[in-house]
């Protein structure tokens, strides 16, 4: 049966049909086309597709879309300025190589934000512990681990 | 000018849409009457399909189409094909059973696709795929390959007797049986080189789709080489006309290998996608990746080095077993032997080798080439037996390989291959320095006043990349040419886009290509883009694996663009009035020596277009060339990594202390992502030696089928990596790259487990190092 859901996506108020089994990741992509959140595995672990919920880093593959109701999402696709000057997270990933084949990119992206908001200034371990729910086959972590930690910074000292 | 492009470290072109979301995965496309596949898979390794029940599925809600292993055999669409014959001890070419894009009769594997069902969405795939009733008859399975052979092992396929596809052999038998015979020393090892599941990030998605207009069909493919994938596809599958069918790779998360090849599902969904007048698109989940993406390793061996009494080395002999699953996947037979056994000498004087290799069939998924591809399994054999005759001899293990470093090149190898050029010392001399080896004594001492063990490993990998030759490969059993194709279009104002048959899937050749490309034209980077991927825009290509990409596809381009810039100097002398060989290129402009006359590239690319005062009667208008380059050799990486652990002999975790890798890549071309490959490189095969286990119960199901269960190494389980080069450019291509994609795999997991067994105090210790093995290794030890 069908159900509508009504919530925020990058700042847009958005409604959908969808089936009470529907995933909110399913919602983002396939209804609402944002497809720069993906889908790397089925169990919860990759965390490729990794949003922001009202200001915190979720998992959209382990929530249904109707526990979406009324929150306020954010998606890669809104992280940037609207003149697509990057967050300065993004910006860090850039330059220190924190990205390759790019796949798991914006789900590290968004958890890293939401890291960086209580982390100001993480130590190495603070970072490699919480991408314990981010998989990257590309980067051995290494460069990731240096693009957190910069980013990070550069959010504190952007505030 | 600015700065010099070649060596710098230039940030990626592609990073952008990646970062921003706007990077186009396959399953980020959804084309117009979009209808989606489910595959039925066999929950049995071995069974006999008695019967196929889909009638209630038919009725299913959305559901478009059903077919069978039997509507494909009434297609008359073929089995998936081996791109490499191997030809074995008898002279014999190896045992090809057919392999089905789906099951005939019979399912070899749990995964194995027997069904696939055609619906609106991919929930009513699902749901009908659930209603699919098959009948099978469990067969036993063998799913261990050094039992494969064995008297009374359950048979795969009647035509492989014995599970047997070959048994294979390199290097003079009798000369490596004197040289034992001989020794003053003999190590053995007994080795198993775990089978590891690739699980690039992004699942394997295709989407096939057909035109009536011009009967004519497109597959969007996650693909390592669309143009492979097209000729696979349809010469030897579907009996199709090239021309007729394009295969498009857009952006790939990630390889590994595992995106190498043509698979079941890509085939069906472009037949499917033709009968039923609709797009379809399959996209795997992470579950049918574990069971269905071709796996990589599984070998078995038994190997020996005999030494004189200084730690010579006198001979190798090798003995071993490679599982290649249920059936022979596209490059599978050649791993475990021409990529494999030819790279046994590793960076050694070994004058005499012979290596063995029996390829198995079981209830297995199949095995194919995993980032490294039978390079790693060399290493690991030739690395773990040195280190062990090092300590078995109580000779310093870097020393005990100086002794026996090849220093003179051109050398040629027992077995078959021709390095080029090399430097062994000049990288374990800066290894060991990086690595403050002198320091370790006290770092151990340290260690064990903290009731903890600490260890130190080497490992001096070689590898053979740029592959390959062609006329090589082919005397190998190579089914394809192996060159690669490039194409260089100027604009009429003189910017550059570059098609080239090497694909990205996270290596970043839209940035490293177009170094070189700028650095050559003499231009901003900014005005030259790179194409890839798409069948319908780049003339030809092999793909990316082995290491290819800059020495096979990179020197395509240089070719193309010498053309380029020879063109240029034609339509350039015409312009100035001069003689052409009185034209010089540099720095972007056309110069006539000793005067100040000069055009620039964009003049001269204008011209070329708007060719009003143009040589007419001796040259075509226009800019645009291509270059088809085959290498001359192989191309050898080498290099020497230091791994240090220490080891709680409590919980037996063990934690990397330091890792330093030193690489002689050749000339490097932008340093960012050369490390970055090697950090990635590295992960890997830390991964293989400490945390991944492909591991079956004996009745052939996978019970590491999840990240639950298999683990892919997380960012806490390794550390900041210590990397470094050292540099021999390569003598045959003319930008001297050598390739780095696969070099952190390959060496290593025998650096990790030399350290390792150097903390324990231990022989050898299967892989992967879990805390679990590493304790009980030590129980084992101590009841010892």
Known sequence: ?159 | MGAPLIGARVERKEDYRFLTGAGQYTDDLELPRQSYAAFVRSPHAHAVIKKINSSKAKNSPGVLAIFTGEDFATAKLGGLPCGWLITDVNGQPMKEPPHPCLAQGKVRYVGDQVVIVVAESIDEARDAAELVKVDYEVLPAVVDGSKATAKGAPQLHEAAPGNTCYVWSIGDKAATDAAFAKAAHVTKLDLVNNRLIPNAIEPRVANGSYSRADDSYTLYVASQNPHVERLLMTAFVMGLPEHKVRVVAGDVGGGFGSKIYLYAEDVAVTWAAKQVNRPVKWTSDRSEAFLTDAHGRDHHTVAELALDKDGKFLGMRVKTTANVGAYLSTFASCVPTILYATLLAGQYKTPVIHCEVTAVFTNTTPVDAYRGAGRPEATYVVERLVETAAREMKIDPAEIRRRNFITAFPYQTPVALMYDIGDYNATMNAAQKLADVSGFSKRKDQSIKNGKLRGLGYAAYIEACGIAPSAVAGALGARAGLFEAGEVRVHPTGSVTVFTGSHSHGQGHETTFAQVVADRLGMPIENVDIVHGDTSKVLFGMGTYGSRSIAVGGTAIVKALDKVIAKGRKIAAHLMEAAESDVVFENGAYKVAGTDKKKTFGEVAFAAYVPHNYPHDKLEPGLNENAFYDPANFTFPAGTYVCEVEVDPETGVVKIEKFTAVDDFGKIINPMIVEGQVHGGLTQGIGQALTEGCQYDASGQLLTGSFMDYCIPRASDVPFYQVDTRETPCTHNPLGVKGCGEAGAIGAPAALMNAITDALGVKDMPMPATPQTVWRTLKNKKAA
Do not use: W
């Open chain 1, 1 to 159: 049966m069908a159900v509508k859901v009504s919530l925020k996506v990058n700042g847009k108020s958005v409604s959908a049909e969808v089936e009470e089994r529907t995933l909110l990741v399913t919602l983002i992509r396939e209804q609402l086309r944002l497809t720069g959140t993906h889908v790397g595995c089925d169990t919860a672990q990759c965390g490729a597709c990794t949003v922001s919920m009202n200001g915190m880093a979720v998992k959209s593959c382990s929530m249904l879309a109707m526990q979406a109701e009324g929150a306020d999402v954010m998606t890669i696709e809104g992280v940037a300025k609207p003149d697509g000057t990057l967050h300065p997270m993004q910006a860090a990933f850039k330059e220190h190589h924190g990205l390759q084949c790019g796949f798991c990119t914006p789900g590290m992206v968004m958890n890293a934000i939401d890291f960086a908001k209580h982390h100001p200034n993480p130590s190495e371990q603070e970072i490699r512990e919480a991408l314990e729910g981010n998989l990257c086959r590309c980067t051995g972590y290494h460069n990731i681990v240096k693009a957190i930690g910069a980013g990070a910074r550069a959010m504190a000292a952007s505030k």
